[in-house]
């Protein structure tokens, strides 16, 4: 009895002294935990003092109180301080892969080639494993639903016939809707512009814009009738509505700040701090694939980056890091798409649409709220 207390007094001593300090490292540490983050693993492992057992990153066993984790750098560093290996996800096994990985790229696959929603069942019967754990697994890994994500392929497929110059009803059927009364249910409002509209530049679309100062220069907030299409920063008014006037070419655009008012306030707060997430309806022309980075970009918490590469692989397309960068590059609603949180994997800011230094300011604002 009294060897286990001097035991105990020991790890406690070893813990004081190994346990680091409550700093943003041990906060980032925390999240990965948190999420049960397998790309964490093999950068640290982390002890739970009242089991007295060491776990990765991963494990799937339950969560700990945080205040009673210590991290250390290797198993061999958790273990002289006195903590045993996991039963249950063996840390010292190294990095084991995600064995979902594999099975969601032949599911997107399965779905981009497909014509209509197969059923989660089906797709489960196609790729091994059950319902459940494919549409847990794909939101996980992808960011979107497999439903989501056949949807957003068929758009894509409708939008390439429709730049083709494909008739409207040619375009929809073509692509797997069963009529086109289905695709205009489900797939316009993503459209932002009807298919027609679309074809011809924005033809006939009436766009409201107003420019306001804010901590960042200038700022134009433009609408349709729908939602924002334009959000952009600038050092004069005259460039923002060129480029405006560049983007809509065929639509009627006029200045007309009363209907903007409300969502311009929001921007403003956004800026200052006292509104964290921005949450806009939105009226913008995108790609497929850019409305999946532009929604794994919105789940970026406040106050935090991603690199290029984290967001390619966080909607299933791991080589696409470049592709991610040019999705970035092209979205034209500043701040209620956070693109400004995506840098470089190798370091530095990276570019951004309205300046590297802009970009700079929005970080670090962020991150000291």
């Known amino acids: 009895m009294a060897a286990r207390r001097r035991f105990g007094h020991d790890r406690r001593m070893l813990m004081q002294t190994a346990r680091p300090a409550e700093d943003d490292a041990d906060a980032a540490r925390w999240r990965a935990v948190s999420a049960r983050d397998r790309r964490a693993d093999g950068q640290f492992v982390y002890a739970v003092r009242s089991t007295g057992i060491y776990c990765r990153p991963s494990c799937a066993s339950r969560r700990p109180r945080a205040d009673r984790v210590a991290y250390f750098p290797t198993p061999d560093e958790a273990e002289a301080a006195g903590f045993r290996a996991c039963r249950r996800c063996r840390p010292r096994d190294g990095a084991r892969p995600d064995i979902w990985t594999a099975k969601i790229r032949r599911a997107c696959a399965h779905l981009a080639q497909v014509d209509g929603h197969p059923s989660?069942?089906?797709?489960?019967?196609?790729?091994?494993?059950?319902?459940?754990?494919?549409?847990?697994?794909?939101?996980?890994?992808?960011?979107?639903?497999?439903?989501?994500?056949a949807?957003?392929?068929?758009?894509?497929?409708?939008?390439?016939?429709?730049?083709?110059?494909?008739?409207?009803?040619?375009?929809?059927?073509?692509?797997?809707?069963?009529?086109?009364?289905?695709?205009?249910?489900?797939?316009?409002?993503?459209?932002?512009?009807?298919?027609?509209?679309?074809?011809?530049?924005?033809?006939?679309?009436?766009?409201?814009?107003?420019?306001?100062?804010?901590?960042l220069g200038r700022l134009l907030v433009a609408a349709t009738s729908r939602g924002v299409c334009a959000i952009s920063m600038g050092r004069l008014d005259a460039d923002?509505?060129?480029?405006?006037?560049?983007?809509?070419?065929?639509?009627?655009?006029?200045?007309d700040a009363g209907p903007l008012e409300a969502w311009t306030?929001?921007?403003?707060?956004?800026?200052?701090?006292r509104q964290p997430r921005l949450d806009l309806p939105l009226d913008v022309r995108a790609t497929a694939f850019q409305w999946q980075v532009w929604m794994a970009l919105g789940s970026i918490p406040y106050g935090e980056t991603r690199s290029y590469a984290e967001v390619a692989a966080a909607i299933g397309r791991p080589r696409a890091a470049r592709a991610v960068a040019r999705a970035c590059a092209t979205n034209p609603v500043a701040l209620a798409v956070p693109c400004h949180r995506v840098s470089p994997s190798a370091g530095g800011l990276g570019g951004y649409r309205w300046g590297a230094a802009r970009k700079k300011a929005l970080l670090s604002r962020e991150r000291s709220r």
């Open 120 to 149: 989660l069942a089906a797709l489960a019967a196609a790729i091994g494993g059950s319902p459940y754990h494919l549409q847990r697994n794909f939101k996980r890994l992808v960011g979107v639903t497999p439903r989501e994500f």
């Open 265 to 273: 306030k929001q921007v403003l707060a956004h800026l200052a701090g």
């Open 151 to 215: 949807e957003a392929c068929r758009l894509n497929k409708v939008k390439r016939r429709l730049r083709d110059g494909r008739l409207v009803t040619d375009a929809v059927l073509e692509a797997g809707y069963g009529s086109s009364g289905r695709f205009y249910e489900r797939a316009v409002p993503k459209l932002g512009m009807t298919p027609a509209v679309y074809r011809r530049g924005g033809a006939g679309i009436r766009i409201r814009y107003t420019t306001v100062e804010s901590p």
């Open 240 to 255: 923002l509505e060129r480029a405006l006037a560049r983007e809509y070419f065929a639509a009627t655009i006029e200045r």
